[in-house]
């Protein structure tokens, strides 16, 4: 009995809004812009944090990189000897004390890079060869294309076996019936066993361990052909380098471990190097970061919302007012009746409600089709989360119960004797 | 029919039926800024069920008052009014909103209807106030429309009418929810003397069926048509004619 009521009076309040098409629709504008651009704006939001998390899982959430740095400091000191040799970086023991230091390191992935000119046939190509082992893999995980990825037999067998990326293969015009064939690396052959997919490494502040120019081989295989020098001729003076590992990657069982190991392992490394020529990146406090900011993002999306609702709810009230002194005496006939203060409420607030709530679905409709129209022709990717429609078609039917109270009490309020008089 | 200014409502002896309303020792205060008008100074006057009366006296002398105050849509200031046996003056004004929709019925001097709403709606509202389900009040807004002779006119607005229409649906949603006095504010105030006789007419019928009607009219032609007539004078009853039966 008291649905079809309702469902009587929600029809009645469209009927009479209906009398005034124009206005009514003037009245929704508010709303409908304020609900629109909600909408619009989380899903630009939404899109635009997703692929940045979507980046920084890539390097896996468990995972903690140390990376090799040249320290600074004794890049900018002049009185070097042209002879001289810089020795920094991470060690070999580094990686054996990390994994003795704590249980609660799964694996650990050792990387050695150089730098070297891959030839296959007539192509050549700047690679960066990552001296690996087999678990990189596993920690960085990437789709493989065709053959196969290095495994632990490579290393133990100094097997000469590379795995080309996509972008690589590409490149030097290997095709799937590349593999088994031999690539020139420097002055050594390899033969090619697999081809995995890369990220391309460009694209925001974070930076993937890997590379689109990588080609992966067995660790032992680079420690013996490739030593630990590196040695760089430049203008007027020999630049001698020596650096044991450019890379380690270290996977923790589990993820309320990774910040506890990481900070153990930043002191680890200050006893054993006097110079700061390492850097300690855990994506899971970049995800942390990532994710704080996108609620910065959102608190502040939220607040320009609310601000255009709280116009938009305004605007509602106004008109709402301007109506119900015009139907004062309309008011004054239906209280004469018998209404009771209550149905008047309820008569001007299913009003506003209806108002507001036209106004949200209008909105959100609009908000459905500026994200699709962004993503289509500005490539950006958009994403509409179902809250958040929920979110904004709640908070706009709840702006019109907001702002039409105060009408709609005014109303009920009114003397019904005054309200009958009235011209 | 018993008047007097601070004396006891007391039925007439002729009187057989029962008292619908019964105002004792009504009075009226409106506050004006630091003064104080009094509107009613003290009425006691009883209706009884299916007679009719008709309240008469120059502006000011609180007849529009009395309408309010009858019609539930005041409440008295000192005194008590009896309406179905009930003292309104201690009423709320959610019971006094359900006494208005059950037991009172108006007819305006500017008809009043609503004028988005069809006939068939506004003869409908009370019902509509009365939780009545769809079909039910349908088909007694076309009773009482038929009772007018409107029944053609249900589809149409109120500014599709004419005067004498317009009051016709007035009096039919009045009646709808069939309440025991119907109250008339210069009922014909706005129409022209044919349709007035018609009107007058409608009303005097129900009357017959058992209505009691009464009315606010400064027309001295109308109130022939009333059983009784209150002249108001300053606040008072000044004298009550009967109609010569």
Same mark, same amino acid.
């Given at each position: 009995?008291?649905?079809?009521?309702?469902?009587?009076?929600?029809?009645?309040?469209?009927?009479?809004?209906?009398?005034?098409?124009?206005?009514? $629709?003037?009245?929704?504008?508010?709303?409908?812009?304020?609900?629109?651009?909600?909408?619009?704006?989380?899903?630009?939001?939404?899109?635009?944090?997703?692929?940045?998390?979507?980046?920084?899982?890539?390097?896996?959430?468990?995972?903690?990189?140390?990376?090799?740095?040249?320290?600074?400091?004794?890049?900018?000191?002049?009185?070097?000897?042209? $002879?001289?040799?810089?020795?920094?970086?991470?060690?070999?023991?580094?990686?054996?004390?990390?994994?003795?230091? $704590?249980?609660?390191?799964?694996?650990?992935?050792?990387?050695?890079?150089?730098?070297?000119?891959?030839?296959?046939?007539?192509?050549?190509?700047?690679?960066?060869?990552?001296?690996?082992?087999?678990?990189?893999?596993?920690?960085?995980?990437?789709?493989?294309?065709?053959?196969?990825?290095?495994?632990?037999?490579?290393?133990?067998?100094?097997?000469?076996?590379?795995?080309?990326?996509?972008?690589?293969?590409?490149?030097?015009?290997?095709?799937?019936?590349?593999?088994?064939?031999?690539?020139?690396?420097?002055?050594?052959?390899?033969?090619?066993?697999?081809?995995?997919?890369?990220? !391309?490494?460009?694209?925001?502040?974070?930076?993937?361990?890997?590379?689109?120019?990588?080609?992966?081989?067995?660790?032992?295989?680079?420690?013996?052909?490739?030593?630990?020098?590196?040695?760089?001729?430049?203008?007027?003076?020999?630049?001698?380098?020596?650096?044991?590992?450019?890379?380690?990657?270290?996977?923790?069982?589990?993820?309320?471990?990774?910040?506890?190991?990481?900070?153990?392992?930043?002191?680890?490394?200050?006893?054993?190097?006097?110079?700061?020529?390492?850097?300690?990146?855990?994506?899971?406090?970049?995800?942390?970061?990532?994710?704080?900011?996108?609620?910065?993002?959102?608190?502040?999306?939220?607040?320009?919302?609310?601000?255009?609702?709280?116009?938009?709810?305004?605007?509602?009230?106004?008109?709402?007012?301007?109506?119900?002194?015009?139907?004062?005496?309309?008011?004054?006939?239906?209280?004469?009746?018998?209404?009771?203060?209550?149905?008047?409420?309820?008569?001007?607030?299913?009003?506003?409600?209806?108002?507001?709530?036209?106004?949200?679905?209008?909105?959100?409709?609009?908000?459905?089709?500026?994200?699709?129209?962004?993503?289509?022709?500005?490539?950006?990717?958009?994403?509409?989360?179902?809250?958040?429609?929920?979110?904004?078609?709640?908070? !706009?039917?709840?702006?019109?119960?907001?702002?039409?109270?105060?009408?709609?009490?005014?109303?009920?309020?009114?003397?019904?004797?005054?309200?009958?008089?009235?011209? | 029919?018993?008047?007097?200014?601070?004396?006891?409502?007391?039925?007439?002896?002729?009187?057989?039926?029962?008292?619908?309303?019964?105002?004792?020792?009504?009075?009226?205060?409106?506050?004006?800024?630091?003064?104080?008008?009094?509107?009613?100074?003290?009425?006691?006057?009883?209706?009884?069920?299916?007679?009719?009366?008709?309240?008469?006296?120059?502006?000011?002398?609180?007849? !529009?008052?009395?309408?309010?105050?009858?019609?539930?849509?005041?409440?008295?200031?000192?005194?008590?009014?009896?309406?179905?046996?009930?003292?309104?003056?201690?009423?709320?004004?959610?019971?006094?909103?359900?006494?208005?929709?059950?037991?009172?019925?108006?007819?305006?001097?500017?008809?009043?209807?609503?004028?988005?709403?069809?006939?068939?709606?506004?003869?409908?509202?009370?019902?509509?106030?009365?939780?009545?389900?769809?079909?039910?009040?349908?088909?007694?807004?076309?009773?009482?429309?038929?009772?007018?002779?409107?029944?053609?006119?249900?589809?149409?607005?109120?500014?599709?009418?004419?005067?004498?229409?317009?009051?016709?649906?007035?009096?039919?949603?009045?009646?709808?929810?069939?309440?025991?006095?119907?109250?008339?504010?210069?009922?014909?105030?706005?129409?022209?003397?044919?349709?007035?006789?018609?009107?007058?007419?409608?009303?005097?019928?129900?009357?017959?069926?058992?209505?009691?009607?009464?009315?606010?009219?400064?027309?001295?032609?109308?109130?022939?048509?009333?059983?009784?007539?209150?002249?108001?004078?300053?606040?008072?009853?000044?004298?009550?004619?009967?109609?010569?039966?």
């Amino acid at each position: 009995m008291r649905r079809i009521r309702l469902l009587r009076n929600i029809r009645l309040g469209i009927k009479t809004l209906m009398l005034h098409k124009l206005r009514s $629709f003037l009245t929704m504008l508010g709303v409908v812009f304020g609900v629109g651009s909600v909408v619009a704006m989380l899903a630009v939001g939404e899109g635009a944090s997703k692929e940045a998390l979507e980046q920084i899982r890539k390097l896996g959430s468990t995972n903690i990189i140390i990376t090799s740095i040249k320290p600074a400091e004794e890049e900018s000191s002049g009185a070097r000897s042209p $002879f001289s040799m810089l020795m920094y970086g991470l060690l070999y023991d580094d990686e054996r004390r990390a994994r003795e230091a $704590f249980d609660t390191i799964e694996r650990t992935v050792p990387v050695k890079i150089v730098r070297q000119e891959g030839r296959l046939g007539e192509r050549t190509l700047e690679l960066r060869v990552m001296g690996t082992t087999a678990n990189w893999f596993d920690l960085v995980r990437r789709r493989l294309i065709a053959g196969r990825t290095l495994r632990p037999r490579d290393g133990e067998r100094r097997a000469s076996a590379v795995v080309l990326t996509e972008y690589g293969a590409r490149r030097l015009l290997a095709t799937e019936r590349t593999i088994g064939q031999s690539l020139r690396v420097g002055g050594a052959y390899y033969e090619v066993v697999g081809i995995v997919q890369s990220e !391309s490494g460009q694209g925001g502040a974070i930076q993937t361990p890997d590379q689109n120019i990588d080609a992966y081989i067995p660790i032992e295989v680079a420690r013996e052909r490739y030593g630990d020098y590196v040695t760089e001729v430049s203008a007027g003076s020999l630049l001698r380098e020596s650096v044991e590992l450019h890379q380690l990657i270290i996977e923790v069982d589990a993820i309320e471990n990774v910040e506890p190991v990481a900070a153990g392992l930043e002191r680890m490394l200050k006893t054993y190097h006097s110079k700061s020529d390492y850097r300690i990146s855990v994506p899971l406090a970049l995800l942390r970061q990532a994710e704080a900011t996108k609620r910065t993002f959102n608190v502040v999306l939220g607040s320009i919302a609310g601000i255009s609702l709280l116009v938009g709810g305004i605007g509602i009230m106004n008109i709402m007012l301007a109506s119900v002194t015009e139907r004062t005496r309309e008011i004054g006939i239906r209280r004469a009746i018998g209404a009771k203060r209550r149905q008047i409420i309820s008569q001007f607030l299913i009003e506003t409600v209806v108002l507001s709530t036209a106004g949200g679905l209008i909105g959100v409709t609009i908000g459905l089709l500026i994200p699709w129209l962004i993503a289509r022709f500005a490539g950006m990717p958009t994403v509409v989360t179902g809250y958040s429609l929920v979110l904004a078609l709640g908070v !706009s039917t709840s702006v019109g119960i907001v702002f039409g109270l105060y009408p709609a009490r005014h109303a009920a309020n009114l003397d019904p004797i005054e309200a009958l008089r009235h011209e | 029919m018993t008047r007097g200014p601070d004396r006891q409502a007391e039925r007439a002896p002729t009187t057989q039926t029962t008292t619908v309303a019964c105002l004792e020792g009504v009075t009226k205060v409106y506050p004006m800024g630091v003064t104080e008008v009094r509107a009613l100074a003290g009425v006691s006057v009883s209706f009884e069920a299916g007679s009719s009366g008709a309240i008469m006296g120059p502006s000011g002398s609180g007849k !529009s008052t009395m309408l309010n105050l009858l019609g539930c849509l005041d409440r008295p200031t000192s005194g008590r009014y009896l309406l179905e046996g009930q003292d309104v003056a201690e009423l709320n004004d959610n019971a006094l909103s359900e006494f208005r929709l059950r037991h009172l019925g108006f007819v305006f001097q500017s008809f009043n209807l609503i004028p988005q709403l069809t006939v068939r709606e506004n003869i409908e509202l009370p019902l509509y106030y009365l939780d009545w389900d769809a079909d039910e009040s349908a088909g007694r807004a076309e009773e009482m429309a038929e009772r007018v002779g409107l029944a053609d006119r249900l589809g149409h607005r109120p500014a599709e009418l004419s005067g004498g229409e317009q009051q016709r649906v007035a009096v039919a949603r009045a009646l709808a929810a069939n309440p025991s006095i119907l109250l008339a504010d210069e009922p014909t105030g706005n129409l022209d003397s044919v349709t007035s006789r018609q009107l007058m007419s409608l009303l005097s019928e129900l009357n017959a069926q058992g209505k009691t009607v009464i009315m606010v009219t400064h027309e001295a032609e109308l109130a022939k048509y009333a059983q009784h007539r209150l002249h108001m004078r300053d606040g008072v009853i000044d004298r009550i004619d009967e109609a010569a039966a």
